[in-house]
């Protein structure tokens, strides 16, 4: 095996990894102007939406929000507020998410973020703050607690990792706030007013991967305890997955209750009138932009000239989708090299991409059943699913079976690696 080469494609494969940017030096590096003007939006909706403002942000998963929000934290800081940044996945156990520990992981990620910034919070308020983290419904789960924290154990390190790998602590704190909720409330302002108090900065916090639950948590969570989790008189960006916004009832509570929703949309090649049509010229400034994303992580001489673009295309503008396909020929070169020892030349060509574009349609078509097919076809037809709040449907666009596009109107297509797929079904 040429181990040069197989080190070059696994460096590509590493570079692919990395969303979000969080780095200088992979900003630097790898950054792409990518989803600007929904950037500023979402920069003016913040400074129009005053001290307590809320904003729900959504788009397809894998669509850039991600590396968006990390650089709209970076601007708000320019622009002098105390931003606290973090992914959900990160703080709690994603299948056990709630309104509580949501709240629970902003009061933790607040008092973290101002220790780690050395914000010179009074000693007799963060002794407090600290204390009340530790404080259950439970006498002997708190002394429990208190116990296993004297020694010496690092205390946000100590609750976040409670809060993420226990249930049973999940579970307490649900039971100490489920009906003290505006207490939890109370406790997030005091400690974002210590850290205004101490910087003169508003507070902002932004919680990333929201998007990635199940749709029926994120249902329960803004349809059924949004004014709960709105509680708090601090900024705060939401993101959801865009299927949710798909059902009026949810969208309804989502505008009454919150100061903006803003979605980043799909990066569009097509207009729906040439979508289908096998000469149609793509909108080559948008190939282009994303072709860029695979020239900073791809050297030239490991993908041959023209696949760069056909990925792109294949892609459905969905940057997680130009990843996973990036990432897959580079593994399928990996494997190659490992099988033929003799092949130092090897790159990124029309065959190893068919072989990746293989592997991913297969991914698409194992949990599909016959009518879900049905839907994808009239999906494909009509450009728009017979029912748009249908469970099927939010259940493909949440998948990315389906993608949603806007010219003056929404409009929908299927993902192209769905779109090879029932073709070689012979259902299109």
């Keep these: 095996m040429d181990s040069d080469r197989y080190a070059q494609f696994n460096e590509a494969l590493g570079n692919l990894n990395l969303f979000p940017l969080l780095t200088a030096e992979e900003i630097e ?4 102007p990518y989803g600007q003007r929904t950037l500023a939006k979402l920069r003016n909706a913040i400074q129009a939406a005053g001290d307590a403002g809320k904003l729900i ?10 590396t968006l929000l990390a650089q709209l934290a970076r601007r708000m800081r320019d622009e002098d507020l105390f931003v606290a940044i973090f992914s ?5 156990e994603m299948s056990d998410v709630n309104h509580i520990n949501i709240l629970y992981s902003i009061a933790l990620k607040l008092l973290s973020q101002a220790t780690k910034l050395r914000v010179p919070i009074p000693e007799r308020t963060k002794t407090t703050l600290i204390n009340w983290f530790s404080q259950t419904k439970s006498r002997t789960y ?8 004297s020694a010496g154990v690092d205390f946000f390190n100590f609750f ?3 809060l993420q790998k226990e249930g049973s602590f999940r579970e307490e704190i649900k039971e100490t706030y489920e009906r003290r909720v505006s207490e939890l409330s109370q406790h997030i302002d005091l400690i974002a007013a210590a850290i205004q108090t101490a910087t003169q900065k508003k507070v902002l916090v932004i919680i990333d991967d929201l998007d990635k639950l199940d749709l029926p948590i994120v249902k329960a969570i803004f349809q059924d305890n949004i004014k709960a989790l709105f509680s708090p008189n601090i900024r705060v960006v939401f993101t959801i997955p865009i299927a949710v916004i798909r059902e009026p009832r949810l969208l309804v509570t989502l505008d009454s209750e919150s100061d903006m929703l803003s979605m980043l949309p799909v990066t569009k090649f097509f207009g729906r009138e040439t979508a289908h049509q096998t000469d149609a010229a793509p909108l080559e400034a948008n190939v282009k932009m994303l072709q860029q994303v695979l020239e ?3 050297p030239d001489d490991l993908i041959e000239a023209d696949i760069k673009r056909r990925i792109v295309l294949l892609s459905g503008g969905v940057l997680r989708e130009l990843v996973r396909l990036g990432q897959e020929c580079c593994r399928e070169c990996m494997l190659e090299l490992e099988l033929e020892p003799g092949s130092p030349d090897i790159t990124i060509n029309t065959a190893i991409l068919a072989e990746a574009v293989k592997s991913l349609r297969n991914q698409f078509a194992r949990p599909l059943g016959s009518n879900r097919y049905n839907l994808l076809v009239e999906t494909y037809n009509q450009f728009t699913p017979p029912d748009a709040k249908s469970d099927e449907f939010l259940e493909l666009l949440h998948g990315l079976y389906v993608l949603e596009y806007e010219n003056d109107d929404l409009w929908y297509d299927l993902h192209p690696l769905v779109t090879d797929l029932l073709r070689r079904k012979q259902l299109i």
Excluded: N, P, W, Y
Excluded at 29 to 32: A, G, I, T
Excluded at 58 to 66: A, D, L, N, V, Y
Excluded at 142 to 149: A, F, I, P, S
């Design 160 to 162: 976040q990792g409670k």
């Design 88 to 92: 959900i996945a990160d703080m709690v």
């Design 29 to 32: 590096k790898f950054r792409v």
């Design 296 to 298: 900073k992580r791809i």
């Design 57 to 66: 942000f959504t788009g397809h998963r894998g669509c850039g929000k991600s």
């Design 142 to 149: 708190t002394d429990q607690l208190k116990q296993e924290m």
